[in-house]
């Protein structure tokens, strides 16, 4: 069987797809024939940039690749997306996936006698719900924006992205942690409830990756050192082995994993 027709027609929806995991997710899926509408904020210059990433992307493989620079963190953003999305694909049952990648929040410390402190403040409750929403709660609005507008296909699938930072200490991540830890508990809520409309829900735990993202953390350099030392194959996770996981469990074989955190690490989370 041709793996590229096995999502002929289909649609991931991908929240923060502008780089990262969601870029790399992007490239794979339409590698295998699936059409890919990407939601992102970027400023105007890197927006252009982007968009001819997408254009690159959907030429090579003869795949529609839909762009939205809007905020996917406002009411007023999804109805956007959702005015413009099916005025393109029309409204049809043909969302195979929806990946949460957003990595929007706040990394301040707790106690003020830090030098991050001295720069940027310390953490406040402000703070932990805005990182919590962008990074947790705002896929249950997401999912059921789709769910609700019956644009999810049988068989569809729901994926989060979690870190080890959701149960370890990483300095100045306390307001992600939180909110991974949040996205791994809801995830699990999703996957029982959801299982009613036919769709899967699962977290991917990735291994240290060297993202824009993760070069924001203080210390991110010796969070790759360590990781490097720690993984039995020698290396950091790369974008694209986590891309291959989130496409793995799109097929139809991965139909029975449902309410999993899936570690792709290359083992890292061993030692």
């Not at 105007?44 to 940039?49: E, G, M």
Request: glycine share 10%; net charge negative; proline share 2%.
């Amino acid at each position: 069987m041709d793996k590229t027709l096995q999502f002929k027609g289909l649609w991931a929806v991908i929240l923060g797809g502008s780089g990262g995991f969601g870029l790399a997710a992007a490239e794979k899926l339409a590698q295998q024939g699936m059409n890919i509408a990407v939601v992102y904020r970027e400023m105007a210059a890197a927006d252009k940039q982007v968009r001819e990433k997408f254009a690159g992307i959907a030429s090579l493989n003869d795949v529609q690749v839909l762009s939205y620079n809007i905020n996917a963190l406002t009411e007023d953003g999804r109805n956007d997306f959702l005015k413009q999305f099916t005025a393109s694909v029309g409204e049809t049952s043909s969302v195979k996936l929806l990946l949460h990648a957003i990595a929007r929040g706040n990394l301040k410390p707790l106690t003020a006698d830090t030098p991050e402190a001295e720069t940027y403040g310390t953490l406040t409750a402000e703070d932990i719900q805005l990182t919590t929403y962008a990074m947790s709660n705002s896929l249950l609005d997401w999912a059921n924006l789709l769910i609700n507008n019956n644009l999810f296909c049988k068989g569809a699938r729901i994926i989060g992205l979690t870190s080890e930072g959701s149960h370890k200490y990483w300095d100045g991540y306390a307001a992600v942690s939180m909110a991974k830890a949040s996205l791994e508990s809801l995830c699990t809520y999703m996957a029982v409830e959801y299982s009613k409309y036919g769709i899967n829900t699962n977290v991917i735990q990735a291994g240290i990756t060297d993202t824009f993202s993760l070069r924001k953390i203080p210390g991110h350099d010796q969070l790759i050192d360590m990781a490097t030392a720690r993984n039995p194959y020698g290396r950091i996770t790369q974008p694209g082995d986590v891309a291959g996981v989130i496409y793995l469990l799109c097929t139809d074989e991965a139909a029975w994993i449902n309410g999993s955190i899936i570690h792709v690490d290359g083992g890292e989370h061993c030692r």
